[in-house]
């Protein structure tokens, strides 16, 4: 049985339990907190030197790092990743888009806020977020417009990769009221048969 090494509070690692959630997929799940430095103990360092968590270790001992990665290599085969060409490369597409345009604002204002509490020392950090991070909303919810999903007409892990940190997204400040069509999304998600909540 292969190991998933996250924390559950991170929507990164939450991508991946969400995943083998859907897809029934059996594996360990090995917490690490980062607050506490885990990522950056030698042991962990030895698996990923990049000092980053999630991590995948397979039963051979071969570690895939990086969420997105890891999504492509557990939804390989599935209704997850389409076998069309042109169509995983949309899924690709999304995923770069949530790892440049979405994560880095929504996501770190979410660690400043959620984790951190708001320190006055990241304040301005803070507060430089938010203009990214709605502008990030605002592509989702044109896209999203006429869509029920990102990419075909089912849930693909491109969905799971944007839905991690976007169904939080309240943690880090941002109001999705005027993002109708990115809250039935949201919906449709958790409707999904086999979902299971960040924390569940």
């Known amino acids: 049985m292969f190991k ?6 991170s ?9 083998c959630a859907l897809l029934n997929i059996n594996h360990q799940w090995i917490d690490v907190d980062i607050l506490k430095k885990e990522t950056q103990t030698d042991d962990f360092i030895r698996k990923n030197p990049n000092g980053k968590i999630p991590i995948l270790e397979l039963d051979n001992g071969s570690i895939l790092a990086e969420s997105n990665a890891i999504l492509n290599y557990l939804a390989n085969g599935t209704s997850y ?4 060409n042109y169509l995983r490369a949309l899924v690709l597409q999304w995923q770069f888009f949530e790892q440049y ?12 806020q959620f984790y951190l509490n708001l320190p006055e020392d990241r304040l301005a950090e803070y507060k430089s977020k938010l203009a990214g991070g709605y502008k990030a909303l605002d592509v ?19 969905d799971i990769s944007l839905y991690a940190y976007t169904h939080v997204a309240h943690e880090g400040g941002f109001d999705l009221a005027n993002y109708p069509a990115v809250q039935g999304w949201i919906n449709r998600i958790k409707a999904l048969d086999g979902y299971l909540g960040m924390l569940d």
């Open 4 to 9: 998933i090494y996250g924390d559950l509070n």
């Open 11 to 19: 929507g990164n690692c939450y991508k991946l339990k969400l995943l």
């Open 81 to 84: 990743l389409p076998s069309d």
């Open 101 to 112: 345009s979405h994560e880095p604002y929504i996501a770190v204002a979410r660690f400043i």
């Open 140 to 158: 989702m919810e044109k896209h999203l417009s006429d869509k029920s999903f990102f990419v075909g007409d089912g849930p693909t892990i491109a």
